[in-house]
């Protein structure tokens, strides 16, 4: 691999952002319209992997796949890395389970946004490790080219059968409920169900807790970028910290609960 920057458009350069911004925030919140989703064919993509295979969407072998995107840094990746790691002992032998390295959902001054293959291959190494993944881990390339195909969100998931079809869709992979019910049917031949999914919020709420992780791990500058694009998430995931002693999944809830009770005592207060 050539160690020098790939020279991109600017939509790719956008695409590999150095600092976190609330116009991020809002997108990675919804699907738009043109976004894959349950009936629609994949978006071509030919990966390598980091065990030196291929992931490509013209051979994908002959058990559905569950495809997901993430990054070190993203909080949302951090609370669905033990999910997967449940889900892929229950259904590893009938699914195929493929994470995708893609661009670094919150790039800081110690563990920045990769800009040549070899740091994206490295940040896919460093995703794998951290997390203990004991499925494939493909590379998207440098300008996410198969994620921003997809419409970039930070750690969605799709469920495609063996021609490329996608199945189902998930906007976070956290969301352990719908995506074993999703599995379990397609494991057993069945289309599975497209009810309605969880809103953001206890995807985020959980995520919120795997945040001063995340800063610690990636610098600062994290952590000023929050403060700036997202005050809400940032005020829940600094009152994180007092529940140390809890699970980091359930710290987030912790701390939106005490906000909206010190919410509600100041209200009180100022109504008497």
């Known amino acids: 691999m050539p160690a020098t920057a790939i020279p991109a458009d600017t939509a790719a350069r956008a695409y590999r952002f150095q600092r976190f911004r609330t116009a991020l925030l809002i997108d990675d919140l919804t699907f738009g319209s043109q976004a894959p989703g349950p009936g629609d064919q994949v978006p071509a993509f030919d990966l390598p992997t980091l065990d030196g295979g291929r992931f490509s969407s013209s051979d994908l072998g002959g058990r559905p796949v569950l495809l997901v995107v993430g990054s070190r840094t993203c909080p949302v990746t951090e609370s669905a890395g033990p999910v997967l790691r449940r889900l892929h002992a229950e259904y590893g032998d009938k699914v195929r389970f493929v994470l995708v390295n893609t661009r670094e959902a ?8 990769p800009q ?11 995703l794998r490790r951290h997390h203990d993944i004991p499925f494939e881990v493909a590379v998207d390339d440098i300008d996410g080219t198969l994620h ?17 079809t996608i199945r189902y869709r ?16 397609c494991a057993q031949g069945r289309a599975p169900a497209r009810g309605p999914q969880p809103g953001d919020g206890p ?16 610098g600062r500058q994290v952590e000023r970028d929050v403060w700036i694009a997202a005050p809400p998430l940032a005020v ?3 009152l994180s910290r007092l529940f ?7 710290r987030g809830a912790a701390a939106a609960a005490l906000a909206a009770g010190a919410v509600a005592v100041a209200a009180v207060m100022l109504l008497t």
């Open 203 to 218: 995807p985020l709420i959980r995520a919120t807790g795997h945040l001063p992780g995340v800063v610690r791990f990636a």
């Open 236 to 238: 829940l995931a600094r």
């Open 116 to 126: 040549t293959r070899e740091e994206k291959w490295a940040h896919a190494a460093e």
């Open 106 to 113: 919150h790039p800081g001054n110690l563990f920045g946004q």
């Open 170 to 185: 998930a906007h976070w992979a956290n969301d352990e409920r719908g995506l074993r019910s999703a599995l379990s049917a």
């Open 244 to 250: 140390r002693w809890l699970p980091e999944d359930r």
């Open 148 to 164: 921003r195909a997809l419409t970039p969100k930070p750690n969605s998931a799709y469920l495609l059968d063996p021609a490329g």
